[in-house]
């Protein structure tokens, strides 16, 4: 209910003039930040839809920078791979050359220089860092060179030189996320990239009669291997065996001891937790407690090298004059390197097309999201103006009305 007054007249007037200035006022500042919402109160519902709009394209732009990273990654870690494909076929060639036995000795020497100045190269490669100083090759240790030279003598050569190569990184790879939930490694494990075949660890220790006596885990490769309390050594190897693991278990049949064999040349990598002790019951690991991969028991058996095992033996063989072993395993050893370089360059250029189309797939994705967001919180500006001048129109009327009603009287001077 309304009170009448004679001041009712005055005071829906005033009220009528002062709504028609601030919807006019708020037609102008929409028309000037061509946004439909200024203000939460103008649409509730549409703010908060927009919200989330807003919040899911920050992520989609972070994603694509993400991808951008990864490819800026990928670029630096193909030049290197490749150029290492072009030294090892280098090798390869020395290698040939060197077992036809029609090469004095004297060339055999020169030959095996190249090949330790082509090794220092192969090193150099296997440690490339990226512009902002971190190793390719290391895992997620990026900090450190993934690759240790430990030099010596070597008869046939002036000097020390590179008489064994150990990673010293590890086999975590930096991941970066490119979709909701989806990542894809930054880098390559040197110890993957750089192989050249299958490795086969022998343990001595007679296992058929072990069983485990509480429940146990080990790693291999960085997959977790779970054990419960009465698993025998049949059970570690089928439990081996079915994983995803790149590496196969077995029992030796003359010493009953455990065998591992890679699938994929690289290195097997394994740990234990310090309060279990399977494998150090079982003779793979040693009581050191040392990190992976020198923490083997000092009487397990190795087999398979990597490629700068493949290179070393290379050039010793030539200083040594030894064709056969030249054209031998050494021969074999640095085609497997090779095969094993052409696969990671063909690894990096599938996660390299899967990026591309990452990117297109975000592209996209940013449009429709930008569109729908437009139509709730962009302004119709033909619309805007056809009411901005009705508004216009309203408020001159109201004006015009208001100076015919209250007509001004003396106590209006007075005050």
Do not use: C
């Amino acid at each position: 209910m309304r009170r009448i007054s004679t001041n009712m007249p005055n005071a829906d007037l005033q009220y009528q003039m002062r709504l028609r200035d601030f919807k006019l006022n708020e037609m102008q500042s929409g028309i000037g930040s061509s946004r439909r919402l200024n203000n939460l109160r103008d649409d509730p519902i549409a703010a908060a839809h927009s919200t989330r709009y807003s919040s899911h394209l920050t992520h989609l732009e972070r994603y694509s920078k993400n991808v951008g990273t990864a490819q800026g990654e990928y670029s630096l870690a193909e030049t290197s791979i490749n150029q290492s494909v072009q030294v090892v076929q280098r090798l390869r060639e020395l290698a040939v050359q060197g077992s036809n036995g029609t090469y004095a000795k004297e060339d055999m020497n020169f030959m095996a220089t190249e090949v330790n100045e082509l090794l220092k190269e192969l090193v150099s490669m296997g440690n490339t860092i990226s512009a902002d100083g971190r190793s390719l090759f290391g895992g997620n240790d990026t900090m450190n060179d993934p690759f240790v030279s430990l030099k010596g003598r070597v008869p046939g050569i002036e000097g020390a030189v590179i008489s064994e190569v150990r990673y010293a990184g590890n086999i975590v790879a930096n991941q970066t996320e490119i979709s909701e939930g989806s990542r894809i490694d930054l880098n390559f494990v040197g110890n993957k990239v750089f192989w050249a075949e299958d490795q086969q660890l022998f343990a001595q220790r007679d296992a058929l009669d072990y069983v485990v006596t509480q429940d146990s885990s080990f790693s291999i490769d960085g997959k977790d291997i779970n054990l419960k309390i009465g698993d025998n050594i049949h059970g570690i190897i089928s439990k081996i065996n079915d994983s995803d693991l790149a590496v196969k278990a077995s029992l030796d049949p003359v010493t009953n001891s455990l065998t591992l064999e890679t699938t994929v040349p690289h290195q097997i990598w394994i740990d234990e937790p310090v309060d279990n002790r399977v494998l150090k019951d079982i003779g793979i690991l040693s009581e050191t407690g040392s990190r992976p991969p020198e923490n083997l028991h000092k009487d397990v058996v190795t087999g398979g090298g990597s490629l700068f095992d493949m290179v070393i033996g290379l050039r010793d063989s030539l200083l040594a004059g030894d064709q056969e072993a030249v054209g031998g395993r050494i021969l074999g050893g640095i085609d497997n390197s090779l095969n094993n370089l052409l696969n990671n360059i063909s690894d990096l250029g599938a996660r390299n097309e899967r990026l591309d189309h990452t990117f297109a797939r975000l592209d996209s994705e940013k449009l429709n999201v930008q569109a729908i967001n437009s139509q709730l919180t962009d302004l119709d500006m033909t619309e805007a103006i056809t009411n901005l001048k009705m508004l216009e129109y309203t408020q001159k009327a109201a004006y015009q009305s208001a100076s015919k009603i209250l007509q001004s009287n003396l106590m209006d001077f007075l005050r």
